[in-house]
Nanobody, 121 residues
Framework: QVQLVESGGGLVQPGGSLRLSCAAS????????MGWYRQAPGKQRELVAA???????NYADSVKGRFTISRDNAKNTVYLQMNNLKPEDTAVYYC???????????????WGQGTQVTVSS
């Protein structure tokens, strides 16, 4: 089985910074794409940022220039550095990973449990 464990959420003032981490563990052969999603109250879950195994990145327009996604393949970990946070960034943030368990098997999506990010003065 595969587990994704997130950390780094919390309460921050507008303009502040937070760094989220998500570590994958368990029966893992390799991990393809990894990403961060968020869901605010009353809204659908949306993609924030994604990164391929080769470190190509993709960002939602609302976070471009403020958030940076990165990964450490040796540690099966993905990070999200969030700078200049705004109240509208308030949401539960979830990490996602496309995990290959056996070399011959297709990847399967796994999700973390979510971590709350609140931006408020």
């Amino acid at each position: 089985q595969v587990q994704l464990v997130e950390s780094g959420g919390g309460l921050v003032q507008p303009g502040g910074s937070l760094r989220l981490s998500c570590a994958a563990s368990g029966s893992i052969f390799s991990i393809n794409d990894m990403g961060w999603y968020r869901q605010a109250p009353g809204k659908q879950r949306e993609l924030v940022a994604a990164i391929t195994r080769g470190s190509s990145t993709n960002y939602a327009d609302s976070v471009k220039g403020r958030f940076t996604i990165s990964r450490d393949n040796a540690k099966n970990t993905v990070y999200l550095q969030m700078n200049n946070l705004k109240p509208e960034d308030t949401a539960v943030y979830y990490c996602n990973a496309a995990v290959v368990i056996q070399w011959w098997s297709p990847s399967k999506d796994y999700w973390g449990q979510g971590t709350q990010v609140t931006v408020s003065s």
